[in-house]
């Protein structure tokens, strides 16, 4: 005869996390096993689970498209919590009342028409099903089971002492003046032993007299609070109960909206219900009745609480109700960001961001809002973007210039060399375009495109110690060292390398000064001597420009080393080059090529039979 006990279990129809959450938080409150809903039904998602916590502890909670598949992974559920808005509300209820698993049904949805409001109740009825809505709350059993958000927070649950059982059944339309109820009641008396809003509509799925006669069956509850309301005849069904002896536990009751009788005309309150059409439907008629029936009415609203402690205390008097002790309550852990927006909390972050910051209205580089600077009209180039983002400043025109010729410079250079060959290969292999782009990118290292950090080190490191450039060379050939930015495969003195010219002729043209590069061409008229393939190739113009730049800008030689140290010299290939990397892979992508395999007549083989190196008595092993 009790609505809901500490096993029961609902399906959560329509994702509410908060609601479910404070379902789940109660359930730990009251030192439940299992959480009190076993599944979500979400049609918008695909079945899947979702995480939510259990005191400290997380749990996955199923969600399902369908009240069917829920139904049948769950067939001890007997509870549906209708959350789904009043356009579908009906629907989802109907279909629920299909399947006989599903023996309490509750809907929150406010504006259900009446004609349907009224088709769930008679087929619940039929069926001995109990709906509860719609436009309710829901219902408690404290101690046991709590639907949706009745009661409030969990310190008001606590407060209102609706976390463990008491001894008096309650039914109200409102679920506000349920929980201000609650409270009274808590202050008077030793609580709930069940509660419920049967919510305001003028035909609710279940009336007053459903519950109170469950109610009078339920031992558990020792008497019974009803807060009716004016609109309708519902009071009048308790009042023939009680005549009948069809209910014997005392009945407390107020029917609210005797202000009613203050206005010239009919006043619609809050609900869809609370409107007198007729004098026997004004809260006056109806608590003037029910106390001619014997039923503890009190003379005003204020009145309530000394009523409802003087029942109380008559009936524990009477040994009818014990007294409960009140037992330790496990404390419910406070959500990590509410405690951080409260300062209860401190975090240590785990990560530094000094460039960019998306929290706000908009994203910024270095302080500067994406709309500032990626139109044209504000002159911002993508070389503005790079020295925001990279070095967080902005740079003179002539720097920004170079960067970007830079980046146009090392953009390609044919499918040849060894970055776009690998690109290419792998896009033969059917691989994606980021998977061959990476296989390019690989390649860029000490000997090829990779070479601009080494440059920069080595020829900056010379000058510094004012190292002849002829000493330079010899020192670098004493320890094997190729010097990094020096040398060329196919470009030399006699077939010059002119994105070398060209960056040459820029720096010299728009550069304040150009030492670095000055030292490198010295030290370039040494190798070349020796063999005309060893030019100043484009990796070491880059490398030594880059820091007479830096140097230009008035960089400290401690930031151009860190710099250096972190590599974001061969960044300058790495961006400039993926644009030629896209392109070969897009080229393959579009004409379609057979998997690449290498000519065996353009492979040298030379394999001998291996030698056996494992002595011959050991051979049996
Ligand atoms: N410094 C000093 N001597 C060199 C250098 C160098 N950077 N490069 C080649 N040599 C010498 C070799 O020691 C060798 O000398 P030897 O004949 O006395 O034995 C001779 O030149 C030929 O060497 P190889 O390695 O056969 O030269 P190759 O022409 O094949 O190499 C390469 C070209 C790989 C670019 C080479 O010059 C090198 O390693 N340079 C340094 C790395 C570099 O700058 N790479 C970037 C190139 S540009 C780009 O990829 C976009
Ligand atoms: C390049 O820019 O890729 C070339 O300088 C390298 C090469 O081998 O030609």
Redesign the pocket.
Known sequence: MTLFNRETQAIFWNNNPKAIQRMLDYDYLCGRDTPSISAIVQPSKPSSFQKFFMGAKEVLIPLYTSTQEAVEKHPDTAVLLNFASFRSAYDVTKEALKFPSLKTLMITAEGIPERFARELALEAKNQGKVVIGPASVGAITPGGFKTGNVGGTISNILNAKLHRPGSCGVVTKSGGLFNELANIISLRTDGMAEGLAIGGDRFPGSSYIDHLLRMENNPAIKYMIVLGEVGGLAEYEIVEAVTKGLIKKPVIAWCIGTVANHFNQSIQFGHAGASAKKDIETAEAKNKAMRKAGIHVPKTFNHLPEVIEAIYKDLHAEGIIQETSEEEVPNIPEDYKTAQKTGKVRKATNFICTISDDRGEEAVYAGYPISSLATPETGFSIGDVLTLLWFKKRFPRWAVEFIETVIKTVAD?GPAVSGAHNSRVTARAGKDLVSSLVTGLLTIG????G?IDG?AKYFKNALSKEQDPKEFVEE?KKTNT????????VKSIRNPDLRVSCLKRFAYDSFPSTSLLDYALRVEQI?TAK?E??IL????VIGVLMVDMWRNLNYSEDDINEFIDVGVLNAFFVIGRSIGFVGHILDEKRLNMPLYRHQTDDILYDIKKAENIIPEHLNDF
């Open positions: 250079h000490p000997k090829f495109g070479a440059a670098m190729p010097i990094p930015g020096i040398g060329h495969r190798t063999k393939n060893l190739n484009v990796d070491g």
